[in-house]
Nanobody, 124 residues
Framework: QVRLVESGGGLVQAGGSLKLSCVAS????????MGWFRQAPGKDSEFVAS????????YYAGSVTGRFTISRDNDKKMVYLQMNNLKPEDTAVYSC?????????????????WGQGTQVTVSS
């Protein structure tokens, strides 16, 4: 079973930027899509972004399109989320996830493993 560990969260003012990182302990990493989800206090988990096994096909939730960029480095078994122009409504615990296949989008059934998450807090 893969272990996913996130880092890079913190406190930032509205309009600022953060870059989240996630390292996977999986023996096989490059065969699977990777993604990010977030959960704000009192709310359900929300899909944020995904990237295909090769890194060539990103997909974003509408609320972050144009502000967030997902990327991956298969040699390092890392996935990243660059977050720009952050808003207070982006405040949440962000978790990376590994999909069941090479491509995945927002359907929760497409995902099989999540990390513990890293807190992102955006002040107004």
């Amino acid at each position: 079973q893969v272990r996913l560990v996130e880092s890079g969260g913190g406190l930032v003012q509205a309009g600022g930027s953060l870059k989240l990182s996630c390292v996977a302990s999986a023996h096989v990493f490059s065969d699977y899509a990777m993604g990010w989800f977030r959960q704000a206090p009192g709310k359900d988990s929300e899909f944020v972004a995904s990237i295909s096994w090769s890194g060539e096909v990103p997909y974003y939730a509408g609320s972050v399109t144009g502000r967030f960029t997902i990327s991956r480095d298969n040699d390092k078994k890392m996935v990243y989320l660059q977050m720009n122009n952050l808003k207070p409504e982006d405040t949440a615990v962000y978790s990376c996830a590994q999909a069941r296949g090479a491509y995945a989008q927002s359907d929760v059934a497409s995902w099989r493993q999540w990390g513990q998450g890293t807190q992102v807090t955006v002040s107004s």
